[in-house]
């Protein structure tokens, strides 16, 4: 993969609780448009991947590169040196991130929730911004809940919102942990098909995610994550069908009887 492509270059990353070792040698490569779709048991460091990448956790060793940042890091006479928090959230910026709880604030709109990050952090127009929102909110399907208040929403309703609100950055790059699990299984394709709209729409994206139908319409590559390493990476048919793992298999075995 030529670098200009590339919107996630992983190496050899490392990444320990005290003894808890969660992220042990990952490699990984991401290119520009691709859906790449993390599964695996609970614990078995997909989350943590995830948080590494938008620097929510440093990383013990190795190296992240997302959307055109050295993650948490800047080279300085061939060293690497550890950034600010200030510089981190410069970094972040292009990084969009969606998680398991919708993390929405519920003293303002939905559409001042889009509105708040755009102003605030990018010092950009209200009116110009404000635009930009309500064309994100019809983009989700959305567009008559502008002036709600997010505890008048339902859980999926909420999560669409939150997925707005990461767009109205205009990130590089979109990561999703979990982004179904806290929702009521009627809820859960309204926000797949937000996800599956903006694949198509060319965003690069890595899922953290147990739906395999999604990992089945949408995914270029599905891994399987196992005790901290990467055990299968493969084209979702060859991930279903013919897969390499043992650890893979026998995930599928479980997760395909529910």
């Known amino acids: 993969m030529n670098d200009t492509n590339s919107v996630v270059s992983i190496k050899d990353v490392k990444k320990a609780f005290g003894k808890n070792v969660v992220?042990?040698?990952?490699n990984l490569e991401v290119s520009r448009g691709q859906v790449v779709v993390i599964c695996g048991r609970s614990g078995s460091g997909k989350s943590t991947l995830l948080r590494c990448i938008d620097q929510l956790e440093s990383i013990d060793s190795g190296e992240i590169r997302a959307a055109g940042h050295l993650m948490g890091f800047k080279e300085f006479n061939t060293k690497l040196?550890?950034?600010k928090d200030a510089a981190i959230a410069k970094q972040q910026r292009?990084?969009?991130?969606?998680?398991?709880?919708?993390?929405?604030?519920?003293?303002?709109?939905?559409?001042?929730?889009?509105?708040?990050?755009?102003?605030?952090?990018?010092?950009r127009k209200k009116s110009e911004v404000e635009n930009e929102a309500l064309a994100l909110l019809e983009r989700v399907g959305l567009p008559d809940k502008k002036n709600a208040y997010p505890r008048q929403l339902s859980g999926g309703q909420q999560q669409r919102i939150a997925i707005a609100r990461a767009l109205a950055m205009k990130p590089k790059l979109m990561l999703f942990d979990e982004p179904t699990s806290a929702l009521?299984?009627?809820?859960i394709s309204e926000v797949l098909d937000v996800m599956i709209d903006l694949s198509k729409a060319g965003m690069t994206?890595?899922?953290?995610?147990?739906?395999?139908?999604?990992?089945?319409?949408?995914?270029?590559?599905v891994i399987l994550m196992h005790d901290a390493k990467i055990v299968e990476d493969a084209a979702p048919r060859d991930f279903f069908e013919k897969p390499?793992?043992?650890?893979?298999?026998?995930?599928l075995s479980k997760i395909l009887q529910h």
Do not use: C, Y
């Open 23 to 26: 992220l042990d040698g990952i």
């Open 81 to 83: 040196v550890p950034l």
């Open 94 to 123: 292009d990084i969009g991130m969606v998680f398991q709880n919708f993390n929405l604030f519920p003293h303002v709109s939905v559409l001042e929730n889009i509105m708040l990050a755009p102003m605030k952090i990018l010092k």
């Open 184 to 187: 009521d299984p009627e809820m």
């Open 205 to 221: 994206m890595i899922v953290v995610t147990h739906e395999m139908g999604f990992a089945r319409a949408a995914a270029d590559r």
């Open 244 to 251: 390499r793992s043992e650890h893979t298999r026998l995930f």
